[in-house]
């Protein structure tokens, strides 16, 4: 129950690393989105805290910004993902 709680906080802090990466790397929100395999509005869910992305979503975001995971996000923020 306390994770449920958390959930909404972490996925902001996610989201604000995510769009801090992909703003760093220079490349659009569609760009990114498609270099992942996810749409615009699953991104954009991620970068808006809507939503908590899966560890696999999560690589593929770092990738398509020419990153790694562990640059990407803390690691206790990568411990929440699923």
């Known amino acids: 129950m306390a994770s449920n709680a958390l959930e909404p906080r972490v996925a902001r802090r996610v989201g604000g690393h995510i769009k801090a990466a992909r703003v760093a ?4 929100r569609a ?3 498609r270099s992942s395999g996810l749409t615009n509005r699953e991104l954009a ?3 808006q805290g809507k939503t908590l992305p899966s560890r696999r979503d999560a ?3 770092a990738g398509a910004c020419g990153i790694n ?3 990407l ?6 411990e929440s993902l699923t």
Request: proline share 5%; no cysteine.
């Open 25 to 28: 790397s220079g490349f659009s």
């Open 45 to 47: 869910g991620y970068e």
């Open 59 to 61: 690589r593929a975001l």
């Open 69 to 71: 995971l562990d640059e």
């Open 31 to 33: 760009h990114v989105a």
């Open 73 to 78: 996000l803390p690691s206790d923020l990568v």
